[in-house]
């Protein structure tokens, strides 16, 4: 939402101003304030030279504005009983008083001040007491990235937030709730630059928060293998599931691979550690850790060709030891791929292992990195260049590339640095399909943080510690933490959000969790800000999403929905095709869905602008055989596709346009229905479709049917091969949401769903 067309001004109106008195007359201080008024000192700034002021920042709210007014006329037209001036303890030590910026309120370092006014980074939000909640309305209102969790002293609540120096002087200018300024410090480099001494320690009280794993529940890490006797990874990593396949590598992490492995099962465990380790808070482990090491000692090599077997017998061997377990597999090894999305025999081995009928699958994969030296002008351009790893073209995989929030460098050994990615951008080597040719999935499928890198002005890019996360190091006698970055960061997120809804809703699908993960996805304010700046032009749009992917996940939407914003979600399966008495096989069934929205409620909204998010995910069996990829040798056995009632239609006309799109698209005509939609028909891609929808509650209100229809694949084109009867299933999310409406669309819902709803076929 643009900052213009919002109220700015929130909470007490009133204005900072910044006062300087001299330095041998700190006793002013007190002075300067007026609980009676209302006026509060926030901050103080102490003399950097001998015999500078000190500079002190007071809020005045606007109905005590001529309280120093009146203070200093006093002071030059009445004296006192004792033939003073009145009001000279205050007046006779205030030497200058001007309007205050961020700036006034910024009481750390002065080095760490911003040098230059749109640099976003992090700041520490120090709120005056009450004021969080008009923060976050005006936050919102300016666009700016805040985090949720807060601390609290009696007096000030510390929040964080990404911002310009010029949007906090908007923040400053138009609100009473700020107290203080401070750059937020807590970064990989100060955990990096204690002594492995010191890092035990650190390590050590981390762990005394550590509620092992009761669940059975796993992140199976398919890498290099995993250092078990870290004091951070043991308790999570039993010896019964630390695995290899080649006995003679043995199951531990190496130099040969810089402890990948290790770092890969630390972020998976715990995230960035850096806020783990500074927050002293209970760390409950809702999952167990699996290690199966697929990369071999140094001096051998597998071969490429053989990957597919490889990830195969790596998954086997840990279902084998825990046959029963639920799990989301993640793995970070890629090679070249070259194909432009076409698939190749270990991309279609991992299709055929998500799909396997008897063992659904999630497996999680990394989009791959630019392996170059990069430098600033390489940004994104080098990106939309450099195509996604194999194997992760693969249909049924979760495939996920890297953005970045991390901007801040606060390290003195690299003064004068700056990030290569603004914040909420891609990350500098995150690979994308915008090359591919269009008939192939949309990769990455989402996006998380990957760290970024820093530059001098004249060098490439590095991988400096404040930009990147802070993991778990495969040599705990040395040192317990290194860091991580790139996708292999992203991908080791991803596998623990996948793991946090496995262990909170442990009765779902691997096709809805992969479908959870994306349908949370938002696309950060500088995505977003590309995405509209196309004015509808789908080619544009379709090349940023090809970039992007579908943005950034979030846990608390992934399994919550609240007042305003409604999720709900459907498992179910149909038969998409069928054959009778040696006829070619046809399209058999189609199921439609009927929303239970809260009708009276969105008519109540009338025409306030209400937000649809459609989502299917289902697993396609792969057929990879090259032979051109047309009609009768399609790679999927299957497609569906989802289509929304429109307002006007009635149910028949609707399930008529339903039939309809699926001849078109069997015959190659222009397929319809896609115009209202952010993406259209190009969701169509691949075996996991997504789309966004906006327009009046009161159109939305009659949008009460969602139809799930097949299309055509090998199962159809080859009926010799047997499956034209086989059963596909699919996961189905959709979300309203109602931003800024202050009426309950859950409730009413929840209400509803009570009462099994109507599914026909």
Not at 146 to 168: G, K, Q, W, Y
Request: hydrophobic share 40%.
């Amino acid at each position: 939402m643009a900052a213009r067309n919002v109220q700015l001004s929130v909470g007490t109106p009133g204005f900072y101003l910044e006062i300087d008195l001299p330095s041998s007359e700190r006793a002013g201080l007190d002075q300067l304030a007026d609980r009676r008024q209302h006026m509060e000192l926030v901050a103080v700034h102490e003399p950097v030279q001998p015999g500078a002021p000190i500079t002190a920042s007071v809020f005045v709210p606007q109905r005590a504005e001529a309280y120093y007014q009146r203070k200093v006329e006093a002071y030059r037209d009445i004296d006192t009983g004792r033939g003073r001036p009145r009001n000279e303890p205050l007046v006779s030590r205030i030497e200058t008083v001007r309007l205050a910026t961020a700036r006034s309120l910024f009481t750390d370092e002065a080095v760490l001040f911003p040098q230059a006014a749109d640099e976003q980074v992090w700041w520490e939000v120090w709120l005056r007491e009450g004021g969080r909640e008009n923060f976050e309305r005006i936050a919102q209102a300016l666009n700016l990235t805040v985090r949720t969790h807060a601390v609290r002293f009696p007096e000030r609540i510390v929040m964080l937030a990404l911002a310009s120096v010029a949007m906090l002087d908007r923040l400053v200018a138009h609100s009473d709730v700020v107290a203080e300024l401070r750059r937020a410090k807590d970064t990989p480099s100060f955990f990096m630059g204690l002594g492995g001494a010191e890092q035990r320690d650190w390590s050590d009280e981390l762990l005394e928060r550590v509620t092992p794993p009761q669940a059975d529940v796993a992140i199976c890490v398919l890498d290099s293998g995993v250092r078990r006797a870290h004091p951070l990874i043991e308790p999570a990593l039993a010896a019964e599931d630390w695995h290899t396949i080649r006995p003679a590598w043995g199951s531990d992490d190496t130099p040969a691979w810089n402890g990948h492995g290790t770092r890969m099962a630390g972020v998976g465990l715990y995230g960035d550690l850096v806020p783990v380790l500074a927050a002293g808070s209970p760390v409950p482990l809702p999952f167990r850790l699996e290690s199966v090491r697929i990369l071999p000692p140094e001096e051998e090599a597998n071969d490429p060709e053989l990957y597919g077997a490889i990830t195969g017998e790596a998954i086997a061997r840990a279902e084998i030891q825990a046959p029963k377990r639920r799990r989301a597999i993640a793995m970070a090894v890629t090679s070249a791929n070259p194909a432009r999305g076409r698939p190749t025999s270990w991309s279609a081995a991992v299709d055929q292992l998500c799909f396997e009928e008897e063992q659904r699958r999630l497996i999680i994969l990394s989009a791959g990195n630019i392996g170059d030296d990069l430098m600033p002008a390489d940004h994104l351009t080098r990106n939309d260049l450099e195509a996604v790893d194999d194997p992760a073209q693969a249909w049924n995989a979760l495939t996920v590339g890297a953005f970045t929030e991390k901007v801040d460098i606060v390290d003195v050994a690299y003064a004068g640095y700056a990030p290569i990615a603004p914040a909420g951008e891609l990350s500098p080597r995150s690979r994308t399909s915008v090359v591919w040719d269009r008939q192939w999935p949309v990769k990455p499928d989402v996006v998380f943080e990957g760290g970024n890198l820093g530059h001098d002005g004249a060098l490439p890019g590095e991988p400096i510690d404040d930009l990147q996360i802070l993991t778990t190091f495969y040599r705990p006698d040395l040192r317990h933490f290194t860091t991580i970055g790139d996708t292999s960061a992203a991908t080791a997120h991803a596998a623990r959000m996948a793991g946090q809804i496995l262990a909170a809703r442990p009765g779902l699908w691997p096709e809805t969790v992969r479908a959870l993960i994306v349908h949370s996805a938002e696309w950060t304010p500088a995505m977003r800000a590309r995405i509209d700046a196309c004015n509808g032009a789908k080619g544009q749009i379709q090349a940023l999403v090809r970039r992007y992917g579908y943005g950034v996940p979030d846990l608390g939407r992934a399994l919550l929905s609240t007042v305003n914003d409604l999720t709900l979600i459907v498992e179910d399966e149909l038969q998409p095709f069928h054959r009778e008495a040696g006829a070619t096989a046809k399209m058999r069934d189609m199921k439609l869905h009927r929303l239970p929205w809260p009708k009276e409620q969105l008519a109540a909204l009338g025409a306030a602008h209400v937000e649809l998010r459609a989502t299917l995910s289902y697993y396609i069996e792969p057929n990879p055989g090259e032979r051109g990829w047309t009609r009768r040798h399609r790679y999927a056995s299957h497609g569906l596709r989802f289509r929304v009632k429109s307002a006007t239609e009635t149910v028949d006309e609707f399930r008529a346009r339903i039939n309809q799109a699926a001849r078109d698209e069997e015959e190659g005509a222009p397929v319809g229905g896609g115009e209202e939609w952010l993406l259209g028909t190009f969701r169509d891609r691949g075996s996991l479709h997504s789309d966004f929808w906006s327009g009046t509650a009161a159109d939305l209100a009659e949008r009460d049917a969602i139809g799930i229809f097949p299309v055509g694949g090998w199962w159809k084109e080859k009926p010799y091969l047997e499956r034209f009867d086989a059963i596909t299933r699919y996961a189905l999310i959709v979300t309203i949401r109602a931003p800024g409406a202050a009426v309950d669309i859950f409730t009413p819902v929840e209400a509803a769903v009570a009462v099994p709803i109507a599914i026909e076929t």
